[in-house]
């Protein structure tokens, strides 16, 4: 079993910024992307952005230039620095991973969720 737990988010002004962490335990043998998405009321979940094992990172056009996505492959943890927010960022955001599990199953595990709130 894989667990992922996100913190930092919070209420925050436009023009503010925050960092989301998102740190993954349990059964892990290695994990390929990382990414966070997010889920405003009425809205579909969207990616927000993706990092690899290898490779480029993806962003969402709607957050490039001003989202940072990073990782640290040592504490199997990612992050979101977000900065320049916007009211429009107000959402739930979520933190996946694709797994590769000692057992040699591949499955993909969401976060619980972390409350963002941009005030104008």
């Known amino acids: 079993q894989v667990q992922l737990v996100e913190s930092g988010g919070g209420l925050v002004q436009a023009g503010g910024s925050l960092r989301l962490s998102c740190a993954a335990s349990?059964?892990?043998?290695?994990?390929?992307?990382m990414g966070w998405y997010r889920q405003a009321p009425g809205k579909q979940r969207e990616l927000v952005a993706a990092?690899?094992?290898?490779?480029?990172?993806i962003y969402a056009d709607s957050v490039k230039g001003r989202f940072t996505i990073s990782r640290d492959n040592a504490k199997n943890t990612v992050y979101l620095q977000m900065n320049s927010l916007k009211p429009e960022d107000t959402a739930v955001y979520y933190c996946?991973?694709?797994?590769?599990?000692?057992?040699?199953?591949?499955?993909?595990?969401w976060g619980q969720g972390t409350q963002v709130t941009v005030s104008s």
């Open positions: 996946h991973a694709d797994v590769v599990t000692y057992t040699n199953y591949r499955v993909v595990y």
């Open positions: 349990g059964s892990i043998f290695s994990i390929n992307t």
């Open positions: 990092i690899p094992s290898l490779g480029s990172t």
